[in-house]
């Protein structure tokens, strides 16, 4: 499955984007869908993940501002991201794989990164 990344930024901080992640190929199928984010001089670490059921997981940084959503007719995942502070800014990248390995963060399909910075 080939994953493309949307939505990347400069936003204030407070303010919002919505990212997201549109699948060609094949549909995601039953794979978890998660999101990534790299900022400079750090590891990347997963943001948040849906599964083909819905089911979410968040991490702490970002629970009760970012939201993840899945459209499976469309193939699509985004990833709402609210109340943006200046430690959110990275890379972002989505990717696919069964859940286990997408919280592992091991997933083996990845789209490209896109940038979202926000500036204090």
């Known amino acids: 499955v080939q994953l493309q990344a949307f939505g990347g930024g400069l936003v204030q901080a407070g303010g919002s984007l919505r990212l997201s992640c549109a699948a060609s190929g094949r549909s995601f199928g039953n794979y978890a869908v998660g999101w990534y984010r790299q900022a400079p001089g750090k590891q990347r670490e997963l943001v948040a993940a849906?599964?083909?059921?819905?089911?979410?997981n968040y991490a702490d940084s970002v629970k009760g501002r970012f939201t993840i959503s899945r459209d499976n007719a469309k193939n699509t995942v985004d990833l709402q991201m609210n109340s943006l502070k200046s430690e959110d800014t990275g890379v972002y990248y989505c990717?696919?794989?069964?859940?286990?390995?997408?919280?592992?963060?091991?997933?083996?399909?990845w789209g490209q990164g896109t940038q979202v910075t926000v500036s204090s």
């Open positions: 990717a696919a794989d069964y859940r286990f390995k997408v919280l592992a963060g091991t997933p083996a399909y």
């Open positions: 849906i599964t083909l059921g819905g089911t979410t």
